[in-house]
């Protein structure tokens, strides 16, 4: 089989289970999509190495590239790692992010920085997604930790 296949099936099939999770609440961004833009946060993610093999939703009412919840695809295990996500160069957002530390690691997270992403982050850690049950599971946790997330983000 395909490698990209795979990867591009765990990320779709995440995507397809959380769609009726979010529905009507916030946009879902699907990155293998979104890796076809030109937009200069896709430009810039390109340039630093990043991959788009995730799922993720916009935080707050921060700009989705600023602050977000995703799962992300590792491309060589094919497991998943569910977290939030943190643009270092935005500085409101990113003082919002950090009023999560204590929700985060409450929740198993751990702090992480992403050159690829140039994004802090709070991930959990891997797991598998490579079935559709799996992939609802991962699906509901991430809706669980959108959920939990905006009730305990403070704007500061």
């Not at 833009?37 to 799922?55: M, T």
Request: aromatic share 10%; proline share 5%; hydrophobic share 40%.
């Amino acid at each position: 089989m395909n490698k990209r296949h795979d990867i591009l099936r765990v990320c779709a099939s995440i995507r397809r289970a959380a769609n009726p999770l979010f529905a009507e609440k916030v946009e879902i961004y699907y990155g293998p999509e979104l890796e076809k833009g030109s937009g200069p946060e896709v430009l810039q993610l390109r340039r630093q190495g990043a991959h788009f093999y995730w799922v993720a939703v916009p935080l707050g009412s921060f700009p989705f590239w600023e602050l977000h919840v995703g799962a992300v695809v590792n491309p060589e295990s094919l497991r998943v790692r569910l977290g939030i996500h943190c643009l270092a160069s935005a500085r409101t957002a990113y003082d919002a992010f950090e009023s999560l530390k204590t929700f985060c690691r409450a929740q198993g997270l751990e702090a992480y920085y992403s050159p690829a992403a140039g994004e802090s982050q709070y991930v959990s850690s891997e797991r598998l997604a490579d079935a559709p049950e799996t992939a609802r599971d991962v699906a509901g946790d991430l809706f669980k930790l959108y959920d939990l997330a905006s009730k305990s983000l403070r704007i500061v």
